[in-house]
């Protein structure tokens, strides 16, 4: 089945731990991007990523690292999560730009305390 | 603030036709794309429209003109399994992968 998958799906942590949400596809996607989601603000985009090793920034890439060193997997790493972090994050990818379809993953939700 | 603008909120009844407008600031994108999000699940796609004109797929037909900053979803003969929230986004041609996201419209039906 084609798929997007993230985990963890719940997480609950505190101030300053590190942690690592992981995305992976099976479609062979050459474009994947992460977006957190807070209410009434809709999708914001974090990064994003062309292909492999290429990497840009979205519109709030502040806090966070990605890196892409496999065209299926495409991790958000939170080196020092704050409060102001916590929310539903997605992952997605696309076949090329993103422009047509964008396959999302069933999300991941943030709480850090 | 966000560069796409879109209703909070739409209450209909079952077999009724709604249109979700959706207003842009900046000129320049290669095109509009809609999502639907049913609450606790993820966004899906609905439509993308690449030129001006109507886009019909089923129920859902999508719309955008480019020389008025705007385009809409329309949702026809509404079914209860239709409230959800609705995105349009687009993506910014400065930034070629760079998306921007509306904050989303409530879309009620009611029997």
């Known amino acids: 089945e084609a798929q997007v998958t993230q985990n963890p799906r719940y997480l609950i942590t505190v101030t300053g731990k590190k942690l690592t949400v992981t995305c992976s596809q099976n479609m062979n996607h050459e474009y994947m991007s992460w977006y957190r989601q807070d209410p009434g603000l809709g999708l914001r985009q974090i990064y994003y990523?062309?292909?492999?090793?290429?990497?840009d920034k979205g519109d709030v890439p502040e806090g966070y690292k990605v890196s892409r060193k496999e065209k299926r997997n495409f991790p958000l790493i939170l080196e020092s999560p704050s409060p102001n972090q916590t929310s539903l994050y997605f992952c997605?990818?696309?076949?090329?730009?993103?422009?047509?379809?964008?396959?999302f993953g069933p999300g991941t939700r943030l709480l850090v305390l | 603030g966000q560069s796409l603008e879109q209703p909070s909120e739409v209450t209909a009844v079952e077999g009724a036709i709604v249109q979700i407008n959706c207003t842009y600031q900046?000129?320049?994108?290669?095109?509009l794309s809609w999502y639907q999000q049913h609450d606790g699940g993820a966004p899906t796609f609905l439509s993308y429209?690449?030129?001006?004109g109507l886009e019909e797929t089923g129920r859902f037909s999508s719309f955008l003109s480019r020389s008025d900053s705007y385009g809409y979803l329309l949702l026809q003969e509404l079914q209860m399994k239709d409230s959800a929230s609705y995105f349009c986004?687009?993506?910014?041609?400065?930034?070629?992968?760079?998306?921007?996201f509306g904050a989303g419209t409530q879309v009620v039906v009611t029997p």
């Open positions: 429209n690449a030129l001006d």
């Open positions: 986004a687009k993506e910014t041609t400065d930034s070629w992968g760079k998306f921007q």
């Open positions: 997605a990818s696309s076949g090329t730009s993103g422009r047509e379809t964008q396959y």
């Open positions: 990523s062309m292909n492999v090793e290429v990497t």
């Open positions: 900046t000129s320049g994108f290669y095109g």
